[in-house]
């Protein structure tokens, strides 16, 4: 059981737009703990989508973005491209565990 | 550029140890905590500890106490995590990750900017 809730999985047709929720409590998220965002092609290790709540790295389109409201956060992508079909996992800093917690992970299928 | 390179996938019979191997390049080792992540078939991802190369100090997740160890060797630039009284339930891809401070308005952001291929270790009897 994750730390985090996030829906097991969301889909939209290319061009959509679709958000994925992430869920934490008064020990992470809702203690203003950042939230980051990773997305995970089959076979391959994390890569950095979102961090401290709504922040791109270099090179992640704009087409990608967060937010966080309370003890919640979303990931955003518009304009759904086949290539974004991939799971993406919520990070935030748990101070009660005193470590790092993930969400369960949700995976996007682009219709 | 930087990289994170791993050892190679092990199979391990229930009740022995691993112990996988992170060796970076293209950055100064010790400025950077090394994270651990692991991976069950399927599943998400679970944080499994920390160390810093200069210091030496290190954190465990709190379900892992007693039975992980991270280490590092900084004349190799290498992290080295070891999980004993392997169950079943350890079958996992084994990730390390480098942490790193970035800071935007003032405010720091502790992020996981590069990651190791992963190591794939299956206990089985």
């Known amino acids: 059981q994750s730390v985090l809730k996030q829906p097991p999985s969301v889909s939209g047709a290319p061009g959509q737009r679709i958000t994925i929720s992430c869920t934490g409590s008064?020990?992470?998220?809702?203690?203003?703990?950042?939230v980051h965002w990773y997305q995970q092609l089959p076979g391959t290790a994390p890569k950095l989508l979102i961090f401290g709540d709504s922040n791109r790295p270099s090179g992640v389109p704009d087409r990608f973005s967060g937010s966080k409201s309370g003890a919640s956060a979303s990931l955003a992508i518009s304009g759904l491209q086949a290539e974004d079909e991939a799971d993406y996992y919520c990070?935030?800093?748990?101070?009660?565990?005193?470590?790092?917690?993930f969400g369960g992970g949700t995976k996007l299928t682009v219709l | 550029q930087v990289q994170l390179v791993q050892s190679g996938a092990e199979v391990k019979k229930p009740g022995t140890s691993v112990k996988v191997s992170c060796k970076a390049s293209?950055?100064?080792?010790?400025?950077?905590?090394i994270n651990w992540v692991r991976q069950a078939p399927g599943q998400g991802l679970e944080w499994m500890g920390w160390i810093n190369p200069n210091s030496g100090d290190s954190g465990y997740a709190q379900n892992l106490q007693g039975r992980v160890s991270i280490t590092t060797n900084t004349s190799t630039s290498t992290a080295y995590m070891e999980l004993s009284s392997l169950g079943s339930e350890d079958t996992a891809v084994y990730y390390c990750?480098?942490?790193?401070?970035?800071?935007?308005?003032?405010?720091?952001?502790?992020?996981?900017?590069?990651w190791g291929q992963g190591t794939e270790v299956i206990v089985s009897s």
């Open positions: 990750a480098r942490l790193h401070v970035v800071m935007v308005t003032s405010i720091p952001h502790y992020i996981f900017d590069f």
């Open positions: 990070q935030s800093y748990d101070s009660s565990l005193s470590g790092w917690v």
């Open positions: 008064s020990s992470n998220i809702g203690a203003n703990s950042a």
């Open positions: 293209g950055y100064t080792f010790n400025r950077y905590d």
